[in-house]
Structures are given as structure tokens and as C-alpha cells.
């Protein structure tokens, strides 16, 4: 299975913050709050596939199931990130929710990129 990420809109520039880096501090943190509002508008959008979500994952956990969130780069620090903070902030055992970064644990602190090359296969850069 191939996925053109050149159609997602998370791979692309947000051309509201595309020179971000030109304007004044306080401008720069304007376009960011301004982009922060738009979240919870598309979150309340979804909010009933978000509870159908979370009503299966508490019947996974019912039936001794985990939650594995599995990424790279920044978001699979956030799925760790979460990850690890479920034990203490719930009391769930630590093998219940877990995270995975693709490089493993050398990616959670160092950058980790990668280039596809014409046979498909992926090179550190």
C-alpha cells in the first residue's frame, strides 16, 4: 500500500505561517493562537467518532487489550509522551497503553529523518 502524503494536509506548509519567521513577536504568536482556535472547532466537529474511539478502547481494556500508539518523529514523541503518562495519571499498568517511534529509542531525543529513494527504500539522511 503507497500513500501520497503530497494530498495530506498535515505534510504540507500552512500558508497562514509560512513567514512566520518575518513578522513580530507579537504577530508570530497571534498567527499561532489564531491557528490553536481552529482546533477545537474541528475537534468539536468529530466529537461523536471521537467517543465511539474511546468507547472501543475501554472495551479492549475491559477484555485485558492495550492501546499502542506507533509513529515517527514528533508524533511518535507525543504517543510516548502519552503513553507515559498514563500510569500515573490514571493507575493504568504500564504495559496497558504503549508507545512506539519508528528508529526506537535512539529517535525519542535525536532527529530522525528519512528519504525514499526510486527502489522504495528508506536511508537515513
Known amino acids: 500500500m503507497q500513500i501520497d502524503l503530497s494530498q495530506m494536509i498535515t505534510e504540507g506548509r500552512n500558508p497562514a505561517s509560512q513567514n512566520i519567521d518575518e513578522l513580530s513577536t507579537e504577530a508570530m504568536l497571534r498567527v499561532i493562537n489564531d491557528e490553536d ?12 467518532q471521537i467517543a465511539q474511539v474511546v468507547d472501543a478502547i475501554t472495551a479492549a481494556f475491559s477484555k485485558g487489550g492495550r492501546l499502542i500508539y506507533c509513529g515517527a518523529g514528533t508524533s511518535g514523541r507525543l504517543g510516548i509522551l502519552d503513553a507515559s503518562e498514563c500510569p500515573p495519571t490514571f493507575g493504568t499498568p504500564r ?4 508507545g512506539l517511534i519508528a ?6 531525543c535525536r532527529r530522525w529523518r528519512m528519504r525514499k529513494t526510486t527502489s522504495s527504500r528508506a536511508h537515513r539522511i
Open 37 to 48: 482556535k481552529k482546533v477545537a472547532l474541528a475537534v468539536e466537529a468529530i466529537v461523536p
Open 95 to 98: 504495559s496497558q497503553v504503549v
Open 103 to 108: 528508529g526506537g529509542h535512539t529517535a525519542i
